[in-house]
């Protein structure tokens, strides 16, 4: 491809610095110490220029030439520094070199720290010298680099044109390193399981299929290392847990990636509570050592709509709290389901039947998918169900349960067929599915502060052991923070037998049904432990805790469409 005209103009100052003898792209260079130190170390009595000797290195973010005068500001992952170029102080190819520096080139500066007049501490180059040299220019100074999806395309240009990324990549890694520190503390192993699977199972989703050519075999890239790590308390290691990369076939959202990063752990002798205890401190701990405290505020700008009840965080207007102090609410399902819906479930029970009104809430949940307003007719954020649109949605799912003919005029307001067709998909599911559908779609986003939901039904979870007082339900909680599910935990299934069955009476996709793993039920044969389980998705969870409005901001190289 042809270049620019902005890369041919650095083309020519690429081979201006070749001619003054200058390596365009530098050389291993020991002793550079990073910005932010250099800068700290400076002390007042060190004056305009007395500082010791220091060398440093980083990229170009802005340059004022004054005559025989330069100042540069040099970024590098730690922070900005001022670099004073006096062509007093500097030899004649280093001068040669400062006339053909532009915005996004990387140099390496010796020379003593000081001040300005104005108090700026600033290293007043002795040396200067190349280590790569720019042929694209950054972004605009005054826009950065602000269209939301290149940035995504070009994290190498978006980590240093915005500081705020380069903050929040390193604290995904501070994040991570203290999770993996509480696990360790706690007598926790860390292992690794196959990310190339014969089998795919531990979840329930569409897995990625690929293929191995010297065994002429095809393979699936995990899931879930849950069925691997079970094996692993088979033979014997009694706490354990895998930092793991998981990958799903499924679709992409502000809150889904393809390809995520989970902590999956186990505990022999453990069990949901003792799971759901060891996350509750995990991430306590993780927010009181690296966010000051257990309330996380952020700024709220998609607020999360509310089911005629108030969420459980603090706050409104701009800004979201979420309130982190223990101890974290536990609550059954079906208990939930009735406090925020009315809804009265039983396993005999139809939603439709039973309470047309959590329907209503249902359909108003998802009004951009199924319902057709006047033109013009917006609804903001925060939905009211006694409204009067609440209250028509109402009167159609009345009418269609009692067999009556809809309220003439109805049809004006809302595209019945859209309606209709979700009304049909809530009776031909089962009654456990049902329950999660209106947990998953009215109350879950409403969850700010953390809420164990325990006691799903268990032909949700064949990977969970029953409830010895009520098997319809399982042993198990999902933990919602910041209206979404941030980790389930289980007490492990560890009977065979019921293992098996369990993998062919699953409800749900067909396609993403879990397939019966006969090496996993031969292991067990052999004798697991009862266990706790649990998993963490680390995206989330950054999500939640820096107030991120998307994964892909949390992920460094998210998927991305290729261009057309």
């Excluded at 007042?44 to 290195?57: F, I, R, S, T, Y």
């Excluded at 292992?191 to 089998?199: A, K, L, N, S, W």
């Excluded at 309470?355 to 998802?366: G, I």
Aim: proline share 6%.
């Amino acid at each position: 491809m042809e270049a620019n005209p902005y890369e041919q103009e650095r083309r020519t100052k690429l081979q201006k610095l070749r001619e003054l003898g200058v390596d365009p792209y530098g050389q291993a260079t020991p002793g550079i110490a990073p910005l932010a130190q250099t800068k700290a170390t400076y002390k007042p009595e060190m004056g305009h220029d007395g500082g010791p000797a220091v060398k440093v290195a980083g990229r170009i973010m802005l340059k004022r030439d004054m005559g025989k005068l330069s100042f540069l500001t040099l970024r590098d992952e730690t922070g900005d520094l001022q670099v004073g170029i006096d062509k007093k102080r500097v030899d004649e190819k280093s001068w040669g070199v400062r006339d053909l520096l532009d915005l996004g080139d990387q140099i390496i500066v010796e020379g003593n720290l000081g001040v300005t007049n104005k108090g700026e501490v600033t290293v007043w180059a002795t040396n200067v010298t190349m280590a790569s040299k720019a042929l694209l220019p950054p972004p605009a100074k005054w826009e950065g680099l602000s269209d939301v999806e290149l940035r995504y395309r070009q994290r190498y240009v978006d980590l240093w044109a915005n500081p705020q990324v380069m903050q929040l990549a390193k604290m995904r890694i501070a994040v991570i390193d203290e999770i993996r520190a509480y696990m360790k503390a706690r007598g926790f192993a860390e292992v690794e399981t196959p990310m190339m699977q014969i089998q795919h199972g531990g979840a329930n989703a569409k897995p990625f299929e690929t293929h191995h050519n010297a065994l002429d075999i095809p393979l699936y890239m995990r899931i879930a290392p849950e069925l691997f790590l079970k094996r692993l308390l088979v033979g014997g290691m009694g706490k354990i847990f895998e930092i793991n990369r998981n990958f799903r076939n499924e679709g992409i959202s502000p809150r889904h990636n393809p390809e995520f990063t989970m902590l999956e752990a186990y505990e022999a002798y453990g069990s949901w509570e003792t799971m759901a205890d060891l996350v509750e401190g995990m991430i306590c701990h993780v927010a009181e050592k690296l966010f000051g405290g257990l309330k996380i505020t952020h700024q709220r700008q998609n607020p999360i709509p509310s089911p005629g009840t108030p969420g459980e965080g603090e706050g409104g207007g701009t800004q979201k709290v979420i309130n982190l102090q223990r101890p974290w609410r536990r609550v059954r399902i079906v208990d939930l389901v009735k406090e925020r819906t009315g809804w009265g479930f039983s396993k005999e029970s139809d939603v439709r039947r039973d309470s047309p009104a959590t329907v209503a809430m249902l359909f108003r949940r998802e009004l951009r998918r199924f319902v057709n307003t006047f033109p013009g007719r917006q609804f903001g954020p925060e939905l009211d169900y006694n409204d009067e649109d609440g209250m028509k949605l109402r009167q159609i799912c009345e009418a269609w349960a009692s067999g009556n003919t809809l309220p003439v005029g109805l049809e004006e307001h809302y595209d019945i067929s859209n309606l209709k067709a979700h009304w049909e998909y809530l009776g031909q599911i089962s009654t456990a599915e049902q329950l999660i559908e209106v947990y998953e779609k009215v109350i879950e986003p409403t969850l700010i502060d953390p809420c164990f939901v325990t006691h799903v039904p268990s032909v949700i979870i064949p990977l969970a052991k029953k409830n010895k007082d009520d098997p319809f339900f399982a042993d198990v909680y999902e933990l919602a923070i910041n209206g979404v599910e941030i980790s389930p935990g289980y007490s492990e299934l560890n009977d065979p037998d019921v293992q098996a069955a369990n993998f062919t009476q699953q409800v749900g996709d067909e396609a993403e049904k879990q397939k019966t793993d006969e090496d996993f039920l031969n292991a067990l044969r052999y004798g697991m432990p009862p266990a706790g389980g649990i998993g963490l998705g680390i995206d989330r969870l950054l999500m939640m805790l820096t107030g991120a409005e998307s994964i892909r901001d949390v992920i460094l190289f998210p998927l991305m469409r290729p261009h057309a």
